[in-house]
Each structure stands twice: as C-alpha cells, then as structure tokens.
C-alpha cells in the first residue's frame, strides 16, 4: 500500500512533513518520497490530510463480558476504528470483573477478532471492593497491561500502597479514579451553581483533590506508575503537576468532554452531561486546559462510557447512570477545540494521543518509523462535520455531542497495515 502526498506527523521522530508513507506486510516500509510505478496494490491520496500514528486510548469500557446491552467488544471496536483507534485498554469493571485470569484471556481472545488492539486492565482489587489484592502476577502473565478498579475509588490506603509496590515490581502502570465518596452528597453532577439550581448538593472538586494529593504522594514514597484518570479539577492538576516536580512518576489523563464543557452543560444536556468526575466549572475548565498545555495532563483518554437511553432517561437526571461514549467524537473535539483554537499545535496532539498513552504502557506504538507497527489514521484536520445519531458505530447513543459540528474526520484507520475503517 502506498498512502502519497500525506502531511506526515510524528511526534517521536518530530516529524512534520508532506511525505509518503509504503506499507508492506503490516509494517511500514519506507517514510520519504515515493514514485507510484503502479506496482502497489493500493494507493490512497492524502492530499490535504495528516497521517499520523493510529490513536491509543488508555481508557475505554466495552461492557463485555455481562454488560453488553450498552456494548460488546466488536462494537466498541468499530466506535473505536470510526475515531481513528488502532489501540485501546478496556477497563475491568465488567461482570464479572476482571480480577481472574479467564476474563482476561476472553478479552484477549475476542479483540483478536476486531481488527485493532484490544487491550485489557485487569482489577486491583479483587471484585472492585477494595479490600484484597488481585493475583496481579497471574493476571499481567495472562496478558493484562495494567490494573484499575475505575469506577470506583480505592479508600484503603494500606491496600494502594502494597498495590503500588507489586506495580512497580512488575512494571505496569495502575489507573486510579480518584472521588472519595465521604465529600460526595449526589454524584455525576459538581456541588456548584448548577447543583443548587437542581436543588442538590453534588460531588465537589475536593472528593478529587483529597484522593489525588494522597496517590501522588504514595507514587512519590514507592516509585511506581500512576496515572491519574479523567482529571476534572483545576487544582487536581497542580497536584499532579507538583507531583511530578517532585520526581514521582505520575501522569494523568483527561478526557474530552471535561476540556470541552462545564458544569452548565447539565442544563442543556441533563443525564447526557452526567459524568464521574463531573463537569466542572469554567475556571476548571480552563485550568484543564492550562494543564494540557503546559504538560501536567500527559494524555487524552475518552473514558467511553456506553449505557442505554433508557438508563439515560431515568428522573430525577441525578439519578441516571454517569459517562458518555466518547471514541468518535474525541479527535473532532480536540482538533476543534485544542489544535483550532491555538492551545496545541497538531504535534502537540499526536504526542498527547499516541506518544504519551504508548509510554504508559510501554507499548511499542504511537509512532511512524520504517519498520514499525503500520497502525495509522488518516484524518482531514480542516473539514467539517456534524454528529448525528444515525451515523454513531456504537451500540448506545449517550453524547451530549449530537448535532455538535467539529473540524477533523477521520479518512482511514489502518492498523496492522490493514484498513479497518473508510469514511
């Protein structure tokens, strides 16, 4: 395959150039300018696009096993390709859980059947409750990349700091979704102005605030990865930022909708601007995006978060189910917002959305290189687009996003030197 005339981007190599790209045998094979003898069995033109490494995403939940009513693993891939995905780690909270070995080997066995990398996280803990250790050797050895029990927040400090200590003996990265439920009178909606207007107290920043200081410093005293997950606080980010100053080897990730929208979003949108962490304030948001900016928010993670509309359309909308899906629209989003409006330059967004996920998992992705993985998107950074229900890969609908008109498409997904998806 040869794709030819291509705004070529790669932040590893610093890459920034129209080249072109030969694909052979699921690996790339050359990166410069290629004549077009017509020997190649495909040639794509991607005149006026950028080519860039194929999106990872640290952060999805697919709902399978037991759950599959929102999603299942073939349609959270296809959501993922439609984004520009040719890597994603599901998390675990899934029923079961995915605190033994066989719902890992499952997860593995049936994204193998998707076309892109499925990767799963196993548990923490065992069955999320925070009270006992997973067999993290066994589950990393069957294949899991990390540990999480996102969704729910670990309150046994004791517990973290041993789960710590085995993360760092094995090398993998923990994941850590971080709301103490002491501070939290309603969830999925900020104690704010917003709040009081829907007559409830809400989550504050603090529920976020308390457990990230704590992590931070437990990551700084063991040495182990920590990540951050889905960052809503404006002062969450300093934490993070300082924690990294100090040496700790923490990262965090932020997902679009929380650089994109705030608290008031609840208003218009109900139970489709309901999240854990919620949507915060404008001050937030732009602390948010400071943080994007200056390096303390390492990645961008979508947190897609399927549910049913009936879910979605419980009353009173404090009530419904929190998250939103997010695969399709995330690189539309930070094109629009972040790239379009000065904040990063497109590199910036590479190294955000491939590079940086990569290096958390060690995984030998996220980059253009003669010789490397063909995982590629292809995407249209100045043309328009507007999200609509009918158009929508995934098995649940919840966006607030629908009708939103954003800037970037995606063109082609490639992975493995295979085209998964065609706009």
Not at 64 to 87: H, M, N, R, V, W
Not at 88 to 100: F, L
Not at 129 to 150: P, S
Not at 319 to 337: C, D, N, Q
Request: with cysteine.
């Amino acid at each position: 395959m040869l794709i030819k005339n291509g705004r070529v981007v790669d932040a590893k190599s610093n890459t920034d150039e129209v080249l072109d790209v030969v694909i052979d045998g699921g690996k790339i094979k050359t990166i410069g300018k290629v004549e077009d003898d017509g020997s190649y069995e495909q040639v794509i033109d991607a005149d006026g696009c950028v080519v860039a490494p194929g999106l990872i995403d640290v952060h999805v939940h697919f709902r399978d096993p037991g759950l599959t009513y929102k999603e299942d693993i073939q349609t959270g891939s296809a959501a993922a390709k439609k984004g520009g995905y040719t890597t994603v780690v599901t998390m675990a909270n899934t029923k079961p859980p995915v605190d033994n070995v066989e719902t890992v080997k499952y997860i593995i066995e049936e994204g193998k059947k998707t076309g892109i990398n499925v990767l799963p996280a196993a548990c923490v803990s065992v069955g999320m409750k925070g009270q006992e250790l997973t067999d993290m050797d066994a589950l990393k050895a069957a294949g899991a990349v990390g540990f999480t029990d996102d969704g729910i927040p670990l309150m046994n400090e004791k517990l973290v700091y041993e789960a710590m200590k085995k993360a760092k003996e094995l090398n993998v990265p923990l994941s850590f979704h971080e709301e103490d439920p002491a501070f939290i009178s309603e969830n999925g909606i900020n104690a704010g102005a917003v709040a009081k207007e829907l007559g409830i107290t809400g989550s504050p920043a603090l529920a976020e605030d308390s457990l990230v200081a704590r992590d931070c410093m437990i990551a700084l005293h063991t040495g182990a990865s920590v990540n951050i997950q889905h960052i809503s606080s404006a002062t969450s980010v300093k934490a993070v930022k300082l924690a990294k100053e100090l040496g700790a080897n923490v990262t965090a990730e932020v997902t679009p909708h929380h650089f994109t929208l705030d608290e008031t979003a609840v208003l218009e949108h109900g139970a489709m601007a309901k999240m854990n962490p919620p949507l915060r304030t404008a001050k937030d948001r732009e602390g948010i995006i400071e943080g994007i900016k200056d390096g303390s928010i390492d990645m961008i993670a979508t947190d897609h978060a399927p549910h049913s509309m009936e879910e979605k359309a419980v009353l009173p909308v404090w009530k419904a189910p929190s998250g939103i899906i997010g695969l399709e629209t995330a690189l539309g989003l930070a094109v629009t917002e972040l790239v379009k409006k000065g904040h990063l330059t497109t590199m910036q967004l590479v190294e955000k959305m491939c590079v940086n996920p990569a290096k958390l998992y060690h995984f030998d992705k996220g980059y253009l290189a003669e010789g490397g993985d063909a995982d590629i998107v292809i995407f249209n950074e100045d043309e328009e687009w507007t999200v609509t229900d009918d158009e929508i890969a995934s098995k649940s609908h919840n966006t607030p996003f629908i009708g939103r008109t954003l800037f970037g498409r995606v063109k082609y997904t490639i992975c493995g030197g295979n085209i998964v998806y065609k706009d």
